[in-house]
Each structure stands twice: as structure tokens, then as C-alpha cells.
């Protein structure tokens, strides 16, 4: 069968690494893919958010299963449409996908059906927002209610710092949202959790920890993520059963309520304190650049799973990991989150050894007259597995090392929460 990933990201790459060992595949496309999608996928050029021309391009390759990388096409509903044309798509309804599309949606899940999150308020005009944040404990927790591609929270240490966070979003900083939420600041430490799921019967995918600022230590401003490890440490049996029990099983129970039932990939940012798990945020789909690692850990075949939840036999899956621990780090073009240059050439990939316990996977590249060049702010992923997690990060910076590209940068410190 022919099969179609969505998305031009690192994730998108090593979805396609995964799913290029299926034996069940006879064609692998990326839509639209990157540099290096395109080694081992078939790139097709098309905008995927014209629904119709994407449907066109579908039907015109004979490619019968689709993989949603990114939140944006789900979140406008493009399983909904696929789905509709016979098309199996993997992935949330629309309306499954406002758990990450409105935070405002998410919270009011959180509430209705009795799962542990912060404290919040949502607000749609400045002055009653005011009043709360006058009377609010700081810190407090800043976000736009849409999509703002991981930028739209902030951590706000004063009154007048937040009511300027909130000006900026309610006068339209974020063009998805109209809506500010403003929520307590919660303490301890991060971690994510994936699961699959048919909407009623799931399986974990894995585990990992990203780290979203651009600095060293965990400092200045939030990006889409600069590295992440897989599994977290913090996640043990008995944690993972309440993860399971008070957030995982009345979401989906809940969703079914609401006549939503979620199918597709499911990721759960959480806040662990004295082993008590408290939601975030969610996710519906892959983390990015999480994916990097789950992929490289999973040790069973993706396109399978994936199969059965279409064929309604989730639960005869068994998944399991290699027991190594992986890692991945983000290289970014100097500058990113903030401003940066595009179209710069990176030389020397092709001196970089690469096997199925090290990767670089491409976030934002494109090939040139025989050239890769940077085309993004993430622009490629080291990722590799090892004994222990301080051996695959020291690979990782190795396989970094024989680059040759000016706008390089990368956080040296991936992992150091465990790693010291
Ligand atoms: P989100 O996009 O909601 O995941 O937020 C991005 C990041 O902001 C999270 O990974 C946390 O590090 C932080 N964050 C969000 N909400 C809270 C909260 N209520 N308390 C503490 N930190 C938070
Ligand atoms: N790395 C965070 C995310 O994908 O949302």
C-alpha cells in the first residue's frame, strides 16, 4: 500500500525513517517533506492545507493512508475530510483537535470531567482581565487560547508585565486567538507522556522530556522545542498508572461524552510533583522534536499499529522500546526564535555516518542545484541512542562537529537535569 506522511519537519522526517522499514509499504511520500524526507520518501509538492488539491494529489499517487505530522491541518479539520473520502487518515477530528487548537477547550475538559490541571480564568476583554490579574498571586500564567506555534505562553513574574502579555493577545498578537486564559503557575518538574489511541482503547508510545528555551541552563525565551531524551526519568509504574487513571482515561471518556471521540496520537504535558501528575497542556500528535527520539526507541512496526486501529484491533498490539535511551538535539539557525537567515548552505551531511541507532533528521532544509540549504529556525536534529544517555549526547555533538554551517547553533546541555 501507498502511504502519505504530512508535515516538512523534523518529526515528518522520522516518521518516515520509521515507517521506511514497514515491509507492508510499497511507496512512502512526504507532503510536503524536507531535504531529507526526500532520501528515503517520494516529495510531493503540495500545499497540504488546500484540502482539495491535497486530495487530488492523493488519489493521483494511489496512497490509501495518511499520517497528520503538525496540529495546524488537524485543527482545520483535514482528517475530517480525508476520512469522508475514503481516505484512512490518522489523526483527530476537528473537533477532537480543539484539546491543542483552543486552550479554552482544553481547560473546560479538565473541568467538566474532574482532571488535574492549574487553576484558570479565560477572558475576551482587557478590563475584567485587569481585575483578575490585580487580585492574582504572581507568578501567573500568560497564554493565548489558539495556536501559536509554542510561543504563546508566558511565565509572568509581575502584575504589569501581565497585563501587557494579555494586551498583546487580546489586540490580536496571535492571529488564532481572541481569547486570553490566565492560569496559576505550577511547580515541579516536566514531563511527556504519549499515548495511541482508537478513542476508547489506548496503548502508551512513550515518554519523554523536551526542553523549550533557547538557552543554555533553560533560559530566554520559549521555542519548539531545542532537544528532548526519551524515556523520562520521572515517570515510573506507579506514576504512569495515575497519569493513566486521572487524566488519560476521562479525557477520552470525556471526549466520548462530548461526541468527539479522539483517534490518533495523544501527548500529555505534565507537571510532576511529589509523584502527582498535574495537565498542562495537550498535544494531538507527535511532539516535535520528541518524535525524533520515540522513533528511534520504538521497536515495533508503526505503519501495524497504525493498521489497527483502522481495523478496530488496537489492543492485540503489544508495543515495546529498545531499552537504550535516546536523544535528540535541535540545530537551529542563529538567531531563531528570533530572526535568522535562510538559504544558507550546510555542508559536509553527507560525511556524517549515520545507522539505525543515529540520525540526522531534517527539520527545515530544502535542496538546491545539488545543495542543501537551511529553509526554517529548527533545521536539523542529531538523534541517536546509547548505552547511557551522556554517551548518545556526546555522539550527538559529534555527529554536530562535522558540519560545516555559519549559522549553527545548538544547546550543548540537552539532558542536564539527569545527565549531571
Ligand atoms: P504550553 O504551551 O501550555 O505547554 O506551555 C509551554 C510551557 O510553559 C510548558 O512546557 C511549561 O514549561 C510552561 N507552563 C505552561 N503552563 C504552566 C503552568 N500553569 N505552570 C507552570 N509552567 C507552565
Ligand atoms: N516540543 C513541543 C511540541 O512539540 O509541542
Same mark, same amino acid.
Given at each position: ?10 518529526? +515528518? ?10 515491509? @507492508?509499504?510499497?511507496?512512502?511520500? *512526504? ?14 509538492? !503540495?500545499?497540504? =492545507? ?17 499520517? !497528520?505530522?503538525?496540529?495546524?491541518? &488537524? ?27 483552543? @486552550?479554552?477547550? =482544553?481547560?473546560?475538559? *479538565? ?33 493565548? $487560547? ?18 501587557? *502579555? ?17 492560569? +496559576?503557575?505550577? +511547580? ?11 478513542? /476508547? ?11 523549550? #528555551? ?30 493513566? @487513571? ?38 494531538? %500528535?507527535?511532539?516535535?522534536? +520528541? ?5 528511534? %526507541?520504538?521497536?515495533? $512496526? ?12 488496537? =489492543? ?28 544558507? /548552505? ?11 541507532? %543515529? ?12 545543495? !542543501?540549504?537551511?529553509?526554517?529556525? #529548527?533545521?536539523?536534529?542529531?538523534? *541517536? ?7 548518545? #549526547? ?5 555527529? &554536530?562537529?562535522?558540519?560545516?554551517? $555559519?549559522?549553527?547553533?545548538? %544547546?550543548?546541555?540537552?539532558?542536564? #537535569?539527569?545527565?549531571?
Amino acid at each position: 500500500m501507498n502511504v502519505a506522511v504530512i508535515g516538512s519537519g523534523g518529526r +515528518e522526517h522520522a516518521l518516515c525513517f520509521k515507517l521506511s522499514m514497514s515491509k @507492508k509499504i510499497t511507496k512512502l511520500f *512526504c507532503i510536503p517533506g524536507n531535504a531529507g524526507t526526500s532520501q528515503i520518501s517520494t516529495n510531493l509538492d !503540495v500545499d497540504y =492545507m488546500n484540502f482539495e488539491l491535497l486530495y487530488s494529489a492523493l488519489i493521483a499517487n494511489d496512497i490509501s493512508i495518511v499520517i !497528520v505530522g503538525p496540529e495546524v491541518p &488537524l485543527v482545520a479539520g483535514i482528517a475530517d475530510y480525508l476520512n469522508s473520502k475514503n481516505i484512512f487518515t490518522f489523526g483527530p477530528s476537528k473537533k477532537a483537535s480543539q484539546l491543542e487548537g483552543s @486552550k479554552a477547550f =482544553m481547560k473546560k475538559v *479538565c473541568k467538566d470531567f474532574g482532571i488535574p490541571t492549574a487553576q484558570y480564568e479565560e477572558f475576551d476583554n482587557l478590563e475584567s482581565a485587569k481585575k483578575y490579574i490585580n487580585q492574582s498571586q504572581h507568578p501567573l500564567v500568560i497564554k493565548s $487560547d489558539g495556536l501559536a506555534a509554542g510561543k504563546g505562553v508566558t511565565i509572568s513574574l509581575s502584575k504589569s508585565e501581565s497585563i501587557q *502579555c494579555a494586551k498583546e493577545i487580546l489586540d490580536g498578537k496571535f492571529k488564532t486567538s481572541k481569547k486570553v486564559v490566565i492560569e +496559576e503557575f505550577l +511547580e515541579g518538574e516536566e514531563a511527556s507522556y504519549f499515548i495511541i489511541t482508537d478513542g /476508547e482503547n489506548y496503548l502508551p508510545i512513550g515518554t519523554a522530556q523536551d526542553h523549550k #528555551r533557547i538557552g543554555e541552563g533553560d533560559t530566554g525565551p520559549n521555542t519548539g522545542g531545542m532537544g528532548a531524551y526519551s524515556p523520562s526519568l520521572l515517570i515510573n509504574k506507579e506514576l504512569q498508572n495515575k497519569i493513566n @487513571k486521572q487524566i488519560i482515561e476521562p479525557t477520552l471518556k470525556g471526549l466520548n461524552k462530548k461526541g468527539c471521540k479522539f483517534v490518533g496520537i495523544l501527548y500529555a504535558g505534565l507537571m510532576i510533583k511529589n509523584n502527582q501528575p498535574k495537565l498542562i497542556e495537550y498535544n494531538i %500528535r507527535f511532539g516535535d522534536p +520528541e518524535c525524533q527520539v520515540l522513533m528511534m %526507541r520504538l521497536d515495533v $512496526d508503526l505503519l501495524n499499529l497504525i493498521l489497527s486501529i483502522k481495523e478496530k484491533k488496537l =489492543m492485540s498490539q503489544k508495543i515495546s522500546w529498545k531499552k537504550e535511551p535516546g536523544i535528540t538535539i535541535v540545530a537551529a539557525a542563529k538567531g531563531y526564535p528570533g530572526t535568522y537567515n535562510t538559504n544558507s /548552505e550546510i555542508k559536509n551531511l553527507q560525511k556524517i555516518q549515520t545507522n539505525n541507532t %543515529r540520525q540526522i533528521f531534517h527539520a527545515g532544509t530544502i535542496n538546491k542545484n545539488g545543495k !542543501v540549504l537551511s529553509a526554517g529556525g #529548527r533545521v536539523l536534529n542529531a538523534t *541517536c541512542i546509547g548505552p547511557d544517555l551522556a554517551k548518545a #549526547r556526546a555522539e550527538a555533538h559529534e555527529m &554536530l562537529k562535522i558540519l560545516e554551517w $555559519d549559522d549553527l547553533y545548538y %544547546r550543548k546541555d540537552i539532558g542536564w #537535569r539527569v545527565i549531571n
